[in-house]
């Protein structure tokens, strides 16, 4: 059973977990090369910072440490109506051609009504009909017809960019965007937000380490804020995850583990055991929480009141982690999915 030098404190408010982030460094795109982001590295035992890039990871980590990673793969599941006037981001397909989705504006999404998208060129529009409203605000669609993500979707990205895009006066949606809101290991389709502290590795540094993957498809659980006033009402939805087989032993035999961002970690601590399984986790880490099956985290920058900061907070200490993002905002890190990263050890 491993352990984890946690600090324990109350931390029990979304509003504890806020800081100032001037807009110009929410990172619009990603670096030139996935490599070359910069990363913070926070030694815990003596409380040391270095600043550092990514490409210097290797020298942090030995050959028996072990590289936990996520290896969902994000679908192009944002589509828009044929008139441009609702925004639909296809979540999870729980039966064929059933959607679970988040429609925008959602007044517009009442049960009954129909919406038109275009399927691609050469084929006919693709209707699909409103059936119910669930009580977290998604909506049930039912397509009449085959829908091809691939042919017709945009990667989703998050609004913080797509909005700052647009100040900016650029496109919301690029063609890199596919490429570069994806990991270089991506393999098993189904997540809507992609495991983005996987976006520094190249294939010829991931094949540095040694490393492990595991899967969950990231959804509403992970990227939704909190916004209830005290975090044990906030209420995660469920996510589907799943472990290999050969897992284990490969944790087994690690002297270190290293969860490389927030999503892998939710699995390592939110599985009921490491063999080879499927299944759903509902798992919302904070302080006080105790890490009982990683020994390090390799994490990008997370937003304000947001579940993943407060997932980092219970492994440094909710007061030095906010301490640690002054110090990133000073010197001028780039933040959130295409941001910077930090490896905490």
């Given at each position: 059973?491993r352990?984890s030098?946690?600090?324990r404190?109350?931390g029990?408010r979304?509003?504890?977990y806020?800081y100032?982030l001037p807009p110009?460094?929410?990172a619009?795109h990603?670096a ?8 913070l590295i926070y030694?815990?035992?003596t409380?040391?910072?270095?600043h550092r890039?990514?490409?210097?990871l ?5 050959a028996?440490?072990l590289l936990?990673?996520n290896?969902s ?9 044929r008139?441009?006037r609702?925004?639909v981001?296809?979540?999870?397909e729980?039966s064929p051609?059933?959607?679970v989705a988040?429609?925008?504006p959602g007044?517009?999404?009442k049960p009954?009504?129909?919406l038109?998208f ?6 006919p529009d693709?209707e699909?009909?409103?059936l ?6 998604e909506?049930?669609?039912r397509f009449f017809?085959e829908l091809?993500?691939n042919?017709v979707g ?9 909005k700052?895009?647009?100040t900016?006066?650029?496109k919301e949606?690029?063609?890199?965007d596919f490429?570069r ?7 098993q389709p189904?997540?809507v937000?992609?495991?983005t502290a996987?976006?520094h ?6 094949a ?6 595991v ?9 939704r804020p909190?916004?209830t ?8 939805h469920e996510?589907?995850?799943s472990i290999p087989e ?5 944790y087994?035999?690690a ?9 892998s ?5 939110g599985?009921?055991n490491?063999?080879s ?7 919302f880490?904070?302080?006080p929480y105790?890490?009982q099956?990683?020994?390090?985290l390799l994490?990008?920058f ?12 219970a492994l440094?200490?909710r007061?030095r982690l906010?301490?640690?993002?002054r ?13 910077d990263a930090?490896?905490i050890?």
């Open positions: 059973m352990s030098p946690n600090r404190e109350p029990a979304a509003a504890d806020e100032e110009e460094l929410i619009t990603p030139v090369r996935r490599e070359e982001s910069r990363l030694h815990r035992a409380d040391r910072v270095e890039r990514f490409y210097d290797p020298e942090y980590l030995g028996d440490d936990v990673l290896d793969k994000v679908q192009p599941a944002a589509i828009a109506t008139d441009g609702v925004e981001l296809l979540l999870e729980t051609r059933h959607w988040l429609v925008k007044a517009r999404a009954g009504m129909r038109l275009a399927a691609g060129e050469g084929k693709l699909a009909e409103v119910k409203t669930l009580p977290g605000g909506r049930v669609l017809g091809d993500v042919a945009e990667m989703p990205l998050p609004p913080y960019i797509r700052r895009r647009e900016l006066g650029e949606h690029v063609a890199e490429e809101y994806q990991t270089v290991y991506a393999k189904g997540s937000a992609a495991p996987g976006f590795f190249t294939p010829e540094l991931l540095r380490f040694r490393h492990a993957f899967t969950l498809h990231v959804g509403l659980g992970t990227f909190v916004k006033e005290f975090l044990e009402d906030h209420e995660m996510e589907v995850y050969g897992f284990e032993a490969a087994e035999s002297q270190r583990v290293v969860a490389v961002g927030t999503t970690a939710r699995v390592l601590e599985a009921p490491l063999r399984h499927r299944g759903r986790t509902r798992i880490i904070h302080p105790e890490f099956r990683i020994d390090a994490t990008n997370h937003l304000p009141h947001s579940t993943l900061l407060m997932l980092v907070s440094v200490g007061e906010l301490e640690l993002y110090e990133a905002v000073g010197m001028k890190y780039r933040f959130f999915s295409y941001g930090m490896l050890l």
